[in-house]
């Protein structure tokens, strides 16, 4: 597949196994713990602070975009590729870090530290990913805009409590 390249059905289980993989690999913290413990709940919460069922829509839907973006880079033979999947890992790999130091650790400072992280490797991540296949580049702008989101609320926690 070369950048700018459409895909086709043929494209659907490798898609489809992306999607699934990333879904996968980006919930699995939540088994470690998440909103509904008896810390959390007892925190204040910040004004911007949305409805929490609001969590399970987004997060999977960013998920799914990144699944697709990540298959649109994969199947690329562009000198970029390499570069783009690493910080793809990079990046993945903080975000999967954060569910746990927030409600696990129960450490704000560190997991704004965390989300800092994520967010100064989400954005090379998503100008790689462009770089070697724009749609996929496209496709990691919401989940940057969510990233920003979510260290703004981090933060509101931090100072709140």
Same mark, same amino acid.
């Not at 204040?44 to 409805?51: D, F, L, Q, R, T």
């Given at each position: ?13 490798? &898609?489809?196994?992306?999607? &699934?993989? /990333? ?6 913290? %939540? ?6 413990? =008896? !810390? ?7 004004? /911007? ?8 829509? &987004? !997060? ?8 697709? %973006? ?27 870090? !954060?569910?746990? &130091? ?10 704004? %530290?965390? /989300? ?16 070697? =296949? ?17 260290? %703004? ?9």
């Amino acid at each position: 597949m070369t950048p700018s390249t459409s895909l086709d059905r043929g494209d659907l289980p490798g &898609v489809v196994a992306a999607v &699934v993989l /990333i879904n996968l690999v980006g919930s699995a913290p %939540a088994a470690l713990g998440g909103p509904g413990s =008896e !810390w959390f709940q007892s925190l204040a919460k910040p004004a /911007i602070y949305p409805p929490p069922w609001l969590f399970g829509v &987004v !997060w999977p839907l960013l998920f799914t975009l990144l699944g697709v %973006a990540l298959y649109l880079v994969w199947q690329t033979d562009h000198t970029g590729r390499g570069l783009a999947l690493g910080l793809f890992g990079a990046q993945m790999a903080f975000n999967v870090a !954060w569910t746990p &130091v927030f409600f696990r650790a129960q450490n704000l400072a560190l997991a704004l %530290a965390v /989300i800092v992280g994520l967010l100064a490797l989400a954005v090379p991540t998503a100008v790689a990913f462009g770089r070697v =296949e724009r749609t996929a580049g496209l496709l990691v702008v919401p989940y940057l805009l969510w990233v920003v989101f979510a260290a %703004a609320l981090n933060y509101r926690f931090l100072v709140l409590n």
